[in-house]
């Protein structure tokens, strides 16, 4: 059965017809000076690490402060750089397809103030919220997949990996002197979703055996419905089953799979 719109003219097929459903065109959220000068860039040059300067035919500049930010963000977090735009940027923000976020400024000026703020918020720990870096011969922020947090097939967690791994090479992304730009993913399974095949180093989670299945807390923790139907080969099948809590010692019936 085809779906006819009441406003629809058969003789006339393209008027009123709906044509952006999704997301906005990306040319309205351009800060001025790029809408101005879109397809018009000279060049551009990484002034240090983290800030870059784009020069157009009319002699315009935007100079532009990378910072690495992580992959999964709290809505705090997002809304404090949305303070951050509102404050220095004209409400421009940006994130690069790494995770990178980027604030755009059309002055020089303008830079200093926002870097000395950027550098000015931290963790509680003392960590940067927003380090600068990510450009030239150095190390760019680390992608990763989802792993625990939404998928279901993760043979190992991403976020804690990503971390340990970029506190340790932190001040390679904060500079630039390696070979060439390093660009480092990580997969929690050889489903690869986060790309990590195009990257110089991989960090790959695969199974290497079955998991092991506590019944008591399966039903707990688990959609076994869900679990059973996300099994390509019908291998998990639902099952119950008589156990001994470890909690309490009493016998009891639980659902279970085998």
């Known amino acids: ?6 406003g629809y003219d058969p003789e006339n097929p393209l008027q009123d017809r709906i044509t952006d459903i999704g997301n906005h065109y990306y040319g309205e959220f351009l800060p001025p000076v790029i809408k101005k000068n879109f397809g018009q860039w000279l060049w551009h040059e990484i002034l240090e690490p983290g800030i870059l300067v784009h020069k157009a ?16 963000a709290s809505v ?21 397809t790494r995770n990178n976020v980027e604030f755009m400024v059309d002055s020089k000026d303008k ?4 870097k000395q703020d950027l550098q000015s918020r931290k963790n509680e720990k003392g960590s ?16 990763h997949t989802q792993g625990w947090i939404h998928c279901h097939t993760p043979a190992t967690d991403a976020s804690g990996t990503v971390k340990v791994v970029l506190d340790e090479l932190f001040e390679e992304f904060q500079n630039m002197r390696l070979p060439a730009q390093l660009r480092i993913s990580m997969a929690c399974c050889l489903n690869m979703c986060g ?18 299945v506590d019944d008591e807390w399966i039903d707990s923790l688990c959609e076994l419905p869900l679990a059973v139907a996300a099994c390509p080969t019908g291998a998990i099948k639902p099952k119950k089953k008589e156990i001994t809590s470890e909690r309490t010692g009493e016998q009891k019936e639980v659902k279970s799979v085998r």
């Open 1 to 6: 059965m085809t779906f006819v719109s009441s």
């Open 57 to 72: 035919q009319s002699g315009d500049e935007v100079y532009t402060i990378r910072c690495g930010t992580p992959r999964l």
């Open 195 to 212: 790309a990590v095949h195009c990257s110089d180093i991989a960090l790959l989670g695969y199974h290497r055996k079955p998991p092991l």
């Open 111 to 114: 830079v200093e103030p926002l």
């Open 128 to 143: 940067y919220k927003f380090p600068i870096g990510g450009t030239g011969a150095g190390l760019t922020n680390i992608i």
């Open 76 to 96: 705090e977090y997002v809304r404090e750089i949305c303070d951050i735009a509102d404050k220095h940027c004209d409400g421009h923000v940006r994130w690069t």
